[in-house]
């Protein structure tokens, strides 16, 4: 791709010729990698004209850097790096960028960094036993027709829908869906003005927090829980409170007085993927009234049921409006898609709609339109039931497997879902165990960000069957179990 004029500037405070000049911005870009090998560079013409300068200037600049082996020249096709160019790298360029002068100690006036998150493996598709949570299967993905319903979001009679701004509203399509389809599923009714499209389900958590809590305001939160919601919590400033489950998600009668909000997970507990009984739901909306609290529910992965149907969301229950739904395509389609939603009361919605169009807008108008031909078109559904089967086969060679072991699964969904949370022996640091079997080809989430404090626990881990086939998995839980003898 050739290089175009307009990211050539001239520096009126240089100290040389013009020659000389664009020789350094050249030389200069070629030896930090910012021009690369074979590209080609504007014509002389061009750039003259777009620097206001004599062509021959420009010529006589290039005639330069080639005899200096930077760039070459093509028979009448023009000038491009040279193959053989000198570089070197970026950090040994000195006076090329300008230096930062700000004390961003003090410009920086709260601190987004430093909390406890799992470490992701961007590239975990090049190991060969890839345990990782959330990441999608490609071979279950149904590409052919989500490539489909993309052309058809693009094309002419979808020109409103891709190009429109949205402002606080939503596609209608795609709500129409939620509203009819994926909500009375989980035993929700709901109107389209009580729905609100998110980028994900971590901006619907975001959303919610902002709007509930502040400095004055109190927060409870599962223990161990998603790590995203102690960072979500820490911005806000609120009072925080950690509450200790046990093997049916959160005891309502260890939440502490003084609550605002409540953030759960009772469907699908993260992460030890535990279901809360229905009786400690009844309980939790009773005290929600009682004390005048709301409660965020994190709904995911319901889709994934393929034991016996999940366990009615907490929202179905509530009869006061009480509790903030939260759901995500994200989970169940692919991460990057990055669509989830909001539902709640009018009151509530409106102020999410609110905030939503204050920080983003909203989330892309072609791929809410694209979602919703492939959840609409019935793609969706079908590709549900295709990864259900395969799930439950994964999770019958995994508990096979970790039966051979001296781990021990700690959390298992008895409706399904797409992996278990492991308890290794006491002596097992799951974070070094991870860096060990990574070295192996074996990818794992080490448990300890899932904890609240610095003194958790550090001998759980996550271990997904969701990315990795069902002929893999017996060598790769043979791999972390050898580890875990040599440790």
């Known amino acids: 791709m050739p290089l175009v004029e307009d990211t050539f500037f001239l520096d009126p405070n240089f100290q040389g010729t013009l020659q ?3 020789q350094q911005i050249v030389a200069s870009a070629i030896l930090a990698g910012r021009l690369q090998a074979g590209e080609k560079l504007p014509s002389s013409r061009k750039l003259a004209e777009h620097l206001g300068i004599s062509r021959i200037t420009v010529t006589l600049a290039y005639h330069e850097l080639v005899a200096d082996d930077y760039i070459k020249s093509a ?8 193959e053989t160019a000198p570089m070197v790298p970026l950090p040994a360029i000195k006076g090329e960028m300008h230096k930062d002068t700000v004390d961003w100690t003090k410009a920086v006036q709260r601190d987004f960094t430093g909390g406890k998150t799992v470490k992701k493996n961007y590239n975990w598709r090049s190991y060969p036993y890839p345990f990782m949570y959330g990441q999608p299967d490609p071979d279950l993905f149904n590409q052919a027709s989500w490539r489909l319903c993309a052309m058809q979001a693009l094309g002419k009679k979808e020109f409103d829908s ?3 701004d949205y402002a606080e509203q939503d596609d209608p399509e795609l709500i129409n869906f939620i509203a009819r389809h994926t909500l009375p599923r989980r035993g929700i009714l709901a109107r389209p003005e009580q729905i609100l499209v998110t980028v994900g389900a971590q901006n619907a958590l975001w959303m919610a927090a902002q709007i509930l809590l502040n400095e004055r305001r109190a927060a409870a939160y599962e223990n161990p829980g998603y790590h995203g919601i102690r960072e979500i919590l820490r911005h806000t400033g609120c009072t925080q409170f950690p509450v200790e489950i046990d093997d049916q998600g959160l005891p309502p009668d260890m939440l502490p007085d003084g609550l605002n909000a409540l953030f759960i997970t009772p469907s699908h507990q993260c992460p030890t993927t535990t279901t809360m009984p229905m009786d400690r739901r009844r309980e939790l909306l009773r005290l929600a009234n009682e004390r005048n609290f709301l409660i965020v529910e994190d709904d995911y992965e ?4 393929f034991l ?3 366990s009615p969301a907490l929202k179905s229950l509530d009869e006061d409006g009480r509790v903030i739904y939260v759901g995500s395509f994200s989970k169940s389609l692919f991460p990057g ?4 939603y909001l539902v709640g009361s009018e009151p509530f919605i409106e102020q999410a709609r609110a905030l939503r169009l204050a920080s983003l807008r909203h989330p892309p108008g072609y791929m809410q339109r694209t979602t919703a031909y492939f959840l609409g078109l019935g793609h969706y559904d079908a590709m549900i039931k ?7 086969k994964r999770r019958q060679v995994t508990a096979q497997a970790l039966a051979n072991t001296e781990m021990k699964v700690a959390g298992r969904a008895s409706f399904g879902g797409s992996g278990f949370w492991v308890e290794a022996p006491e002596r097992v640091d799951t974070e070094v165990l991870r860096h060990r079997l990574a070295d192996n080809g074996v990818l794992i989430e080490a448990g300890n960000p899932f904890f609240a404090g610095e003194d958790s626990p550090r001998n759980f881990f996550r271990l997904a069957y969701s990315s990795i086939s069902s002929e893999r998995i017996p060598e790769g839980i043979r791999r972390i179990s050898q580890a875990i003898k040599e440790y």
């Open 20 to 22: 000389s000049q664009i």
């Open 75 to 82: 028979n009448r096709s023009g000038y491009y790096v040279s």
């Open 162 to 164: 891709l190009t429109s």
């Open 302 to 305: 319901f889709e994934m049921s």
């Open 308 to 310: 016996k149907p999940p």
């Open 337 to 340: 898609l990055r669509l989830g």
């Open 386 to 392: 295709r990864m259900r089967g395969v799930y439950q």
